[in-house]
């Protein structure tokens, strides 16, 4: 007879275990003050013209997301301190996760990098291309 394999119920104990890619663990955010000269914008693009550097609006302000993974997250996908892991880690909750939904839903805006930033810029500043350098 063919063995059975048993289905695990996904519970929030289990969740992470359905995660094949890991998202959480892949990048982290930084909350910044909300730009609004455009000077403030200038140091915006100045961030964003690094590499895996992003930026995002939601409805709780603006944020830097910084794409680079944790450095203790194994191949399989899992947690290697889990045990030790930082408090933040241990407060997240995934009862609602990117497993759920992309978070990129929930953006008011989105910056994938320095030239849509850029163009928003032109498009938000009508003077920007004249600006002092």
Known sequence: MP???PIQAMTPETKCGFCTRSICCTYIT???DTPRSMEDFDHLLWQLAHANI???KDDEGWFLLINNRCTHLQPDGRCGIYEDRPAVCRRYTNDFCEY???AEEGFELFFD????LL???RKRFKTWDRRER
Not at 113 to 116: K, L, R, V
């Open 3 to 5: 063995k059975t394999i």
């Open 54 to 56: 992003q930026a995002y």
């Open 100 to 102: 759920d939904q992309s």
């Open 30 to 32: 930084q909350q910044i």
């Open 119 to 121: 163009t928003y810029c």
């Open 113 to 116: 990098g320095y030239d849509a």
